[in-house]
C-alpha cells in the first residue's frame, strides 16, 4: 500500500515473532516523532538487544552490576547522574520472575540481571519497581519521548501476576501515555524441570509496551 506522495507506508503488526533486537529496529523507525539521536538503556545487562542493531551507536547503557562495564553503573529506580529531558528514547526490560535461581542450562541472575528478588512483602510484585522507573522515565525523556518496555505476566506461589496492567498503571500514574502494545512470541514456553502439575497456560510470549512522553500518542501529519 502507498500514500497519495507514492511513499510506502511501513506496516508493524501486534504480533512479532522476530527477536527484540529486530523488534527493536523497528519501533525505532515507526514510533518516534523525529529521527532518534540518543537512546538510554537502562537495563542493559550484556547488551544483547543491541548486537547487529542500526541504532547501536546511539545507545548508552545503565546497569546496577559494575560487572557490565555499562555507560552509567547506576540503579534505574534513581538515574542520579542522568539529567532532565536528555533522552529521545528510554528501552526497560525489567526481571520477569520474582525469585531467581539456575537451571541445568544458564545462569538466570547474570543473563537476565535478576539481582533483587520481590519477595512475600510486595506480593511477588514488581510494581514498586515500576513505579520508580516511571518517575525517572518521565523526567529524563525529552516531550514526545518514549518508553520502549519489554514486559511478561508471569505465575509464582499459585497465582498470576498482571505485570503488563501494573506497568501500565505505573506508567499512567507519571503522566506518560501508555500508546501501543505487540506481543512477542517464542518458540517455545520457559519450563522449569521442578514444575509437575499444570495449572496455568505456558508463557511462549512477552509484551513490548510502547508509551509516549505526552498526553497523547498521535504521530505528526
Not at 538515574?79 to 536528555?86: H, R, S, Y
Amino acid at each position: 500500500m502507498k500514500s497519495d506522495s507514492s511513499i510506502p507506508i511501513k506496516v508493524l503488526t501486534s504480533v512479532w515473532e522476530g527477536d527484540d533486537t529486530s523488534f527493536l529496529d523497528a519501533a525505532l523507525e515507526f514510533y518516534p516523532l523525529q529521527p532518534v539521536q540518543r537512546i538510554l538503556d537502562c537495563t542493559i545487562n550484556e547488551g544483547r538487544f543491541w548486537k547487529g542493531s542500526h541504532f547501536r551507536d546511539k545507545v548508552t547503557g545503565m546497569d546496577i552490576n559494575p560487572d557490565h562495564c555499562s555507560d552509567i553503573v547506576g540503579d534505574n529506580r534513581i538515574m542520579a547522574t542522568v539529567k532532565d529531558a536528555t533522552f529521545d528514547v528510554i528501552v526497560y526490560d525489567p526481571p520477569h520472575v520474582p525469585n531467581q535461581g539456575r537451571d541445568q542450562q544458564k545462569d538466570f541472575c547474570r543473563r537476565f540481571g535478576l539481582g533483587g528478588k520481590a519477595g512475600k512483602e510486595t506480593a511477588y510484585s514488581f510494581i514498586h519497581d515500576y513505579r520508580l522507573v516511571a518517575i525517572q522515565a518521565h523526567r529524563v525523556l525529552k516531550p514526545g519521548g518514549l518508553l520502549l518496555a519489554k514486559v511478561i505476566d508471569y505465575v509464582h506461589n499459585h497465582r498470576y501476576h498482571w505485570a503488563l496492567f501494573d506497568l501500565v498503571q505505573a506508567i499512567q500514574m507519571v503522566g506518560m501515555t501508555p500508546c501501543d502494545l505487540v506481543i512477542k512470541v517464542r518458540q517455545g514456553p520457559m519450563i522449569d524441570p521442578k514444575w509437575k502439575t499444570q495449572h496455568h497456560a505456558r508463557r511462549r510470549h512477552a509484551y513490548w509496551l510502547i508509551a509516549r512522553n505526552s498526553s497523547r500518542c498521535e504521530r505528526r501529519a
